[in-house]
């Protein structure tokens, strides 16, 4: 195995004598770059580290040709929270709480009407109309990681492992899961199971990937398939921005300007996007914009 390339990198691995496959993540400057954008507290802080890296992860495991994201809503104190990671490598996320409150440290706290969902956005024929596929993940769980494991064992009938940790300096995941038939030997994923098992969430932060594998995994001698490098990114754009002025209508579109001036600002990236009242007037008389629309008004 060589050194890691990069301290933000996607890993696929392969323990082939017990028929296991795997991925990990580890998220340096992504994730500060992403936490960064809001002085967050403690607990949304981590769910929303957790979040950005089970949706590198997840990339890393199932065929994405689009983006992936990971949202949970409720109507307690985590309002919101997103992260998504898209096919080209970029990352970025956003938690929203109510006022002066932090999310709770078991998900189960969040309420009946909590809702995790993985979504996957493919190219479609159309480029204006995406394929999109759903999965509900059930919050039976106190813990993010603990909550997808049920999910994978469930969705794809295989014995999954999975942990997550953030700190205010990375944020990682590693995601072990049985080769599907007669892979490996008979023993290979309890065994494997139990080494998981040794490896807690400070010793995932503080050790680089590779390192990580050999350190568990070098009697099974782990095969580094690819790594790829990971960055944030923002998909918002002006063009995006105009589709959901749109969307709202041409009153409403005008009552955002203040002093002459309508200012949209993306919560993810931070960019602000101006607009003149003849700007707005222009965007109705022409054909709308058929993208996604992004951000909400600022």
Not at 159 to 186: I, S
Not at 245 to 250: E, F, M, R, T, V
Request: negative net charge; glycine residues 8%.
């Amino acid at each position: 195995m060589t050194a890691d390339a990069s301290p933000d990198t996607l890993t696929r691995f392969l323990l082939p004598a017990a028929g296991v496959r795997g991925v990990a993540v580890r998220l340096d400057e992504t994730w500060q770059t992403v936490a960064g954008r809001t002085d967050y507290p403690a607990a949304a802080r981590e769910l929303l580290g957790e979040a950005s890296a089970a949706a590198v992860l997840f990339t890393g495991h199932t065929k994405v040709d689009g983006r992936l994201s990971i949202q949970l809503r409720s109507q307690g104190n985590l309002r919101g929270l997103f992260a998504e990671c898209t096919a080209a490598g970029t990352v970025r996320g956003i938690a929203q709480l109510s006022e002066n409150q932090d999310a709770p440290r078991d998900l189960r706290d969040l309420g009946d009407d909590a809702l995790l969902a993985i979504t996957i956005e493919n190219p479609g024929l159309d480029p204006r109309e995406p394929q999109r596929y759903q999965s509900l993940v059930g919050l039976q769980a106190s813990r993010l990681a603990e909550a997808f494991e049920d999910y994978f064992r469930q969705s794809e009938q295989l014995p999954t492992r999975l942990l997550l940790a953030a700190d205010r300096e990375r944020a990682c995941g590693l995601m072990l899961q049985k080769l599907p038939g007669d892979e490996g030997d008979d023993d290979g994923w309890n065994r494997v199971g139990a080494l998981f098992d040794t490896l807690g969430e400070s010793e995932l932060l503080a050790t680089p990937v590779l390192d990580l594998l050999h350190r568990l995994f070098h009697e099974e001698s782990p095969q580094t398939l690819t790594q790829r490098s990971i960055r944030f990114g923002c998909s918002c754009s002006r063009e995006r921005v105009e589709s959901m002025l749109q969307s709202l209508g041409q009153q409403e579109a005008t009552a955002a300007l203040a002093d002459g001036v309508a200012e949209v600002r993306c919560e993810f990236c931070g960019q602000e996007y101006r607009f003149s009242p003849q700007q707005i007037s222009e965007l109705f008389s022409q054909p709308k914009v058929d993208v996604d629309a992004p951000s909400r008004l600022q």
